[in-house]
């Protein structure tokens, strides 16, 4: 199954995607969050992409309790779903940038091409943490769990 990971913000929006056989998650690119814009290009990606599930990060507290910007992330995946017809996921999001981060400077990337990249990075975190779910669990790839 053929995912695209969102990492949702106000201000922009990293994107991410996995491989058909869900092994691969892979930072795509960082996008300016225009909402209604932003909506019409994703459902764009996604259909010449072949994605067929949306995982979108859910911000959380550290207690796991969701953080004030949850529900916009929440609206946001939602109205993802009802723009592209796909099943969304969402995925607790807390520590994603700062793994995104601890894996680009790990791999030497620069501090500026850093804050470029960290939120389709961060996106891919995201990703990868729900691929490992569903690998731990024996979800089918065919299965939205």
Known sequence: MRWLAIDHGTKKIGLAFSDELEILSSPFEVWPQEEERTLARLARLCKEEGVQAL???LPRHKDGAESATAPAARA???DLAACTGLP???VNEHLSSAEAER???ER???AEKRKALLDAAAAAVIL???LE???VKGIPAAQLG
């Open 128 to 130: 990868g943490e729900l």
């Open 103 to 105: 894996l680009l400077r």
């Open 108 to 110: 030497g990337v620069k």
């Open 55 to 57: 995982a979108v990060g």
């Open 133 to 135: 779910e569903r690998r």
């Open 76 to 78: 946001f995946g939602e």
């Open 88 to 90: 969304v996921c969402f």
